[in-house]
Structure formats: structure tokens, C-alpha cells
T-cell receptor, first 116, second 117 residues
Framework: KAGVTQTPRYLIKTRGQQVTLSCSPISGHRSVSWYQQTPGQGLQFLFEYFSETQRNKGNFPGRFSGRQFSNSRSEMNVSTLELGDSALYLC???????????????FGPGTRLLVL | DQQVKQNSPSLSVQEGRISILNCDYTNSMFDYFLWYKKYPAEGPTFLISISSIKDKNEDGRFTVFLNKSAKHLSLHIVPSQPGDSAVYFCAASGQMNYGGSQGNLIFGKGTKLSVKP
């Protein structure tokens, strides 16, 4: 079974631009979560999508948004990029079986974003 | 306010010996704990997890111990191999996120393990 895939793997943008990152979860996985990793803050949760609905959100400004499609693929968008948005953006998927309370999240390789 | 703490940023171990990585948490609502291994420029790879109803879970060379009263968990790797050299992240989740299912993982800052031949 293929793992979580993310595109693009690397991206360079300038301040003020916007960017869209894509994530394809493991086949059959219905939940997709996004995380930001920076050297100073470590891995921080951005948001989680399930059945095309955002059902959990971390403490990030509104410039960070996402969506999920009917095939569970997800996109994350960052508008008005700032230098501090330079980071590794990771997507993770999980089965999200109904009634399960503990699920393992499986991560993709990440998208390295550099904002100049 | 760090809810999950890995106080040792690095650990160096000789090949064949035991590696012990530690993690402390503050939120008593956490009920599921995971360890991930991460190489540079790659996403975290799931290693092992433990539910709060258990105090030990073993998978091959990896064992995770949970001490709920101390809010402490540890990952033991025996025997350690050079290929185990990576950054190890402890993560936690709990039902307080929403509904009855985990929504997000809270990660520690990681411990860089170096296993010397």
C-alpha cells in the first residue's frame, strides 16, 4: 500500500505571495492532519480534516487554511507569506474508524517551504 | 507551555547497548502516546505506541514504558544499532481534543540519538 504523498517536495516563495500544498493520504484513510516543523518550535499541529470538514484546529493565524476533497486528498494554503513561515510542512493520515479513540497517524515526507 | 517534554536534546550510545529515551507530559487527559523516528528531510516514521490502560508495549527491539502516576514514558531500544541514529519524537493525544477521537498529536521537541559503531 502506498504511503502518504506530498507535493511539491520543495518550494521557494517570496514574502506576500501565497502557496498551496497538496497531500494524498494512505488509501482508505479518511483523516488528514497538517503540521508545521521549525527548528525553534518543533512539530506543531495546524488542523485536521475528516469527511471534507475541518474538525480540529491548532493555534495558527487565519492565513493558514486547508480543505479536503471527497477522495480524502487535502490541500493546505498559506496566504500573504511571511519569512517565519519557512518550515517543513507535514501531512499525516489516519483511518479515523468510527468509534476508535486511539489512532496512529502516518506521515508523508513533507514539503520544505522557503520564504525569501 | 510545553505539554510534552523531552529534556535530553541528544543521546549517544554504543552499538549493542541499550538506548533509553525519556518523555514527560503534563496533561493528565492524554491517553495515547506514540514514538516517532525522524531522519533529516523526511517525515516522522511511526515506531510504537501505548494506550494509557497499559504500562508496557513491546515490538521487537523497541519497548515503551508508561508511568501514569509520574506522567512519564520512556522508549527502550535493545540492542541499539547504527541505523537507529535519528531524532526521536514523543507524541501524545487525548479525548479532550474533540468527540471521542484524537484530532491532533502534541509533540515533544525531540531527542537526537547517535549510535556509535
Amino acid at each position: 500500500k502506498a504511503g502518504v504523498t506530498q507535493t511539491p517536495r520543495y518550494l521557494i516563495k517570496t514574502r506576500g505571495q501565497q502557496v498551496t500544498l497538496s497531500c494524498s493520504p494512505i488509501s482508505g484513510h479518511r483523516s488528514v492532519s497538517w503540521y508545521q516543523q521549525t527548528p525553534g518550535q518543533g512539530l506543531q499541529f495546524l488542523f485536521e480534516y475528516f469527511s471534507e470538514t475541518q474538525r480540529n484546529k491548532g493555534n495558527f493565524p487565519g492565513r493558514f487554511s486547508g480543505r479536503q476533497f471527497s477522495n480524502s486528498r487535502s490541500e493546505m494554503n498559506v496566504s500573504t507569506l511571511e519569512l517565519g513561515d519557512s518550515a517543513l510542512y507535514l501531512c499525516a493520515s489516519s483511518l479515523a474508524v468510527s468509534g476508535a479513540v486511539q489512532e496512529t497517524q502516518y506521515f508523508g515526507p513533507g514539503t520544505r517551504l522557503l520564504v525569501l | 507551555d510545553q505539554q510534552v517534554k523531552q529534556n535530553s536534546p541528544s543521546l549517544s550510545v554504543q552499538e549493542g547497548r541499550i538506548s533509553i529515551l525519556n518523555c514527560d507530559y503534563t496533561n493528565s487527559m492524554f491517553d495515547y502516546f506514540l514514538w516517532y523516528k525522524k531522519y533529516p528531510a523526511e517525515g516522522p516514521t511511526f515506531l510504537i505506541s501505548i494506550s494509557s490502560i497499559k504500562d508496557k508495549n513491546e515490538d521487537g527491539r523497541f519497548t515503551v514504558f508508561l508511568n501514569k502516576s509520574a506522567k512519564h514514558l520512556s522508549l527502550h531500544i535493545v540492542p541499539s544499532q547504527p541505523g537507529d541514529s535519528a531524532v526521536y519524537f514523543c507524541a501524545a493525544s487525548g479525548q479532550m481534543n474533540y468527540g471521542g477521537s484524537q484530532g491532533n498529536l502534541i509533540f515533544g521537541k525531540g531527542t537526537k540519538l547517535s549510535v556509535k559503531p
